[in-house]
């Protein structure tokens, strides 16, 4: 697993999805998650990540017109730091 793909699963993906939907927490397996990553996510879309120092606090994948992934962690989920996020993206 390269290293941008374990940063999006460790840091984004297995918190969020385990917060989110606790009753579905394990679901997928790492080997999933990379598949997942590397053939939907980076192939068919621009990523864009958030970060706060060196850790990754957030994830926005989208095409034109469309929102295919937005991950956020809890902590940085104020209204203005998504606002910006979205501002960012759209802006370019």
Request: proline share 4%; with cysteine.
């Amino acid at each position: 697993m390269n290293s941008s793909t374990w940063t999006l699963r460790r840091g984004l993906f297995e918190p969020l999805f385990d917060h989110a939907l606790p009753a579905l927490a394990g679901l997928h397996t790492p080997k999933e998650d990379q598949w997942f990553l590397r053939e939907r996510v980076f192939r068919t879309c621009e990523v864009w990540g958030a970060f706060e120092g060196a850790a990754m606090i957030g994830m926005l994948a989208f095409r034109e017109d469309w929102i295919d992934q937005l991950y956020v962690l809890p902590k940085a989920q104020s209204l203005s730091g998504i606002m910006l996020f979205f501002d960012r993206a759209f802006s370019a």
